[in-house]
């Protein structure tokens, strides 16, 4: 037996409940399962459409859900697509700075100015070797270069290989005839192997005032002799002079062509 109003069991014999004070009546479970059924059927009733809200509800509650599933799966592929599309991107970026960088190692390789550059830096440094491999680029692009042919003798020159540098500044001098600095490395070359005679063979055909200039150290001015040739009745001296006055001169009274082993002139001669 149960209380009617805790619905706590009673012991045998007792008048009151021992749980909540009230009077003992007999009271069935089946009695209590009735009223609790009963209970539902009213809240049914009162209720009638708490089930169907409560479905609506929980379809609500589900369609949120997949809304965000939904959401979440697109801004996962939108993430990934992105990352996709940066990295990409910077395959790019790094294909193209790799390209640049190629195109322009490549354009400076086979820039004739950057290889003459580089050239005429090496040899002011006395780096003739750097030089030399800059110029042999420079003249596989353009054999007839007069620049890079003009400081490729200057190099041998440099180096005393004579005949390299005489062949390069003669074939400098037959393009550009009038071409200074290849007549004053060639004047060079042969001073260097004190070869005047080939330093005036190569005036003969010279007729550019600039240039003969150069020759001026390495031809030997005819002197003058104030007296002209003659017979004459009466005692005089004769003076010798020459342009350049660090020559020395050497004269005959017997019409020989002199030699160093004649007389030196120091003053005038009394004939």
Do not use: W
Not at 7 to 34: H, P
Not at 73 to 95: D, F, H, P, S
Not at 131 to 157: C, H, P, R, S, V
Not at 201 to 226: G, H, Q, R, S
């Amino acid at each position: 037996m149960v209380c009617s109003k805790c619905g706590a069991e009673l012991k045998e014999g007792c008048v009151y409940c021992s749980q909540c004070g009230q009077e003992a009546q007999i009271v069935s479970e089946i009695n209590i399962l009735e009223d609790e059924l009963l209970r539902e059927l009213m809240d049914e009733q009162l209720h009638p459409d708490a089930e169907k809200e409560n479905e609506e509800a929980e379809q609500e509650e589900k369609e949120r859900i997949r809304r965000r599933e939904r959401e979440e799966r697109k801004l996962a592929k939108k993430r990934k697509k992105r990352r996709r599309n940066g990295i990409i991107l910077i395959v790019i970026l790094a294909a193209v700075l790799v390209g640049g960088i190629f195109v322009l190692r490549y354009r400076q390789n086979h820039s004739e100015n950057y290889l003459l550059t580089q050239a005429q830096e090496a040899y002011t440094q006395k780096n003739y070797q750097s030089a030399l491999n800059y110029l042999e680029k420079l003249l596989e692009l353009d054999g007839e270069n007069m620049d890079a042919l003009l400081l490729n003798a200057q190099i041998f020159a440099a180096q005393k290989e004579y005949e390299s540098a005489e062949s390069l500044f003669l074939q400098v001098i037959s393009m550009e005839p009038d071409c200074i600095e290849a007549y004053e490395g060639l004047i060079g070359v042969y001073a260097a192997q004190d070869r005047t005679d080939l330093i005036l063979a190569l005036m003969e055909d010279v007729t550019d005032e600039d240039i003969l200039a150069l020759f001026e150290n390495y031809v030997i001015p005819t002197p003058e002799i104030e007296v002209e040739s003659g017979a004459y009745t009466e005692y005089f001296e004769v003076k010798i002079t020459a342009e350049n006055k660090n020559l020395s001169i050497y004269y005959t009274l017997d019409g020989s062509d002199p030699t160093t082993e004649d007389t030196l002139y120091t003053e005038s001669v009394e004939i």
